[in-house]
Structure formats: structure tokens, C-alpha cells
């Protein structure tokens, strides 16, 4: 359970929640000399499909590089709202409220946040900012699979995001989230898995809510 908390605590996690909150994707055409026609054409259908979600419940498995696993769930809320709620032992948990990102550690009473455009890829919460200048499309052999790389060349620090996203007829937009790679600028590199998809639940906004612990430990001493 140390070697998962320490993975938890690491940058790379952040960039994970803020790709997966990617609902609130803006789309602007992507310069000309990055990409073609035809793959500025799949990005959009890939942000449209994303655009296309109100709401969202599906359960995850993080894994590190090292093969650590933790499981949970994942409850998503247009736009820019997520939790992450981990399995039962890991007191954990990452919420973004639509302004801000935040990372709590119930072990250690942290509390991380980060206000929406100046996360780490920011682009991915802020329906005013324009991901597909971000985006490059990676060839698949499957024309039913969809690769995107995301990264801020302007910010490496920031790492990459890979989306994976597969065709399903009943999925918002055609396309279905599968899968993201988080790569942080140390080459750390995350994995996240989604399976029972679940679309257009009730939501309420209390989910995105949090118990402070800090307040907790103030009040007990």
C-alpha cells in the first residue's frame, strides 16, 4: 500500500484527472504545418465524442510503471467536473469542481489544488481554451482505435497525455474512452483503464464536494 500512495502522490496522477476531464474540450482547426487534413478531421470526431458526454460513471485501474495497481471509480460531470474516488484503503482522492483541480491525501492531511487554466494541461478543463493546437493523431493499424498525444509544447513540464479511444455505436459521439497514458516530464508513466461505461447518469454537484482534512485536524487539536 506505500508503493501506491507514493505513486498517487506524484505529478503524473494530476495530469491524469485533468485528461479524463476533457468534457469541456474547445475546438479550434489545428495549425496546418502540425498536422493534415485528414488527422485534424479524426481529432475533432475524437473531441466531439468527448464534447458529446453530460455525464459519466465508469470504473477505472491506475496502473504505474512498476505494475502497481489501484482500482475505483470514476464519476464525470460536464463541464470540468470529475472525482476520482479510489478503492476502500487507499485514502485518496481527486476531485475538480469546474474550477479547480484537487488532490487530497486523507493519510497525510493534504490538500493540492490547482485553479483550472493553470493546471497541468490545462486545455483539458477550460471549454475556452483550444486543445486540438495540443493534439497530434498516432497511426493505429485498427481504423476503429483512435491515438492522440496531448502535450503543451509550451509547458513540457506538464508531460504527455495519450488518449485511447475505441468505436462503439452506443457510446456519445461513436467513440468511447478506453484508456489514457499519463507521461510526466521524468518519463513516469501511468496508465488508466475504464470499463461499465455508464452515460448520461444524474449527477448531483455535491459529488464534487470534498472533506477537508486539514479542517479535520484543526478542529481536533
Known sequence: MNTILKTLRTPVLAASALALAATGLSVLPTP????????????DTAVGALRAISSMRADFVQTDRNGQRVGGVMTLKRPGKIRFQYQKGVPFLIVADGSSLTMIDYEVRQVQRWPIRNSPLGALLDPNKDVARFARLNPTANPSVLSIDVKDPRHPEYGTITLIMVRKASAPGGWELDSWVALDSQAKRTTV??????????????????????????RAG
Open 193 to 218: 483503464r475504464l470499463t461499465n461505461h455508464q452515460y448520461g447518469i444524474a449527477v448531483p454537484d455535491n459529488t464534487f464536494r470534498f472533506n477537508d482534512p486539514r479542517t479535520q485536524n484543526r
Open 32 to 43: 496546418a504545418t502540425a498536422q493534415s487534413a485528414t488527422d485534424r478531421a479524426q481529432i
